[in-house]
């Protein structure tokens, strides 16, 4: 999977309206049951969606699990997709339903404690290391959050998603998803000090 992820992070310089254009392509020939488009909707959207998972849900064990439920809907269910929101809103939202009934299948409170030392999805340059060190400890202190609060900072800091989107995706109001990361930058703060910190 190395060099689909190299692959995958060069589809970061592609243009987020290009983009959109290419996954409402790809979409359309998912619906007509071409598996070469689903292919490259998958391998496109494993690395996202293996980092919010991971994030989310601690148990590295379901990840995988929770990412192939998620897809598998995408390829047997293409027409529940309306074009009302964005593909990614759409595909975010059926990962974030999913992770949280495997949550409640799975309740015993296993923490993944391998979760700030395991390696991005994606390579890093070297230069990179301090924000990959502050990363680590961003991940470590949102372990201690609720799945719902963790998946609000998750999809805000590390996906870029707006939250408005969010609101899509997690199915509640706007003002919910303020009120979340409210509290979880307010108890995030406590746990992290300096320019972390000041960070959030």
Sequence with gaps: MGSQGVADGREGAIA????A???MQLIALIRARDLRAFEA??????????RFLLNLIHRPQLVEEVLNDTLMV????????????????????IAYRKAL???KRNDDPVEDESAARRPAPEPE?????????????LVTAMGQLSPDHRAVVDLTYFH???YREIAEIMNCPV???KTRMYYARRHLKRMLDGDLADWL
């Design 125 to 137: 340059p070297d230069q990179q290391l301090g924000r990959r060190q502050a990363r680590e400890r």
């Design 21 to 23: 254009a290419d996954e």
């Design 41 to 50: 909707l998958y391998r496109g959207y494993h690395p996202r969606l293996t």
């Design 101 to 103: 009934k495997a949550l």
């Design 16 to 19: 987020p309206a290009a983009r």
């Design 74 to 93: 995408v390829w047997t269910r293409p027409d529940s997709f309306n074009g009302a929101s964005k593909l990614s809103t759409w595909i975010f939202a």
């Design 175 to 177: 003002d919910t998803v």
């Design 160 to 162: 870029e998603i707006g």
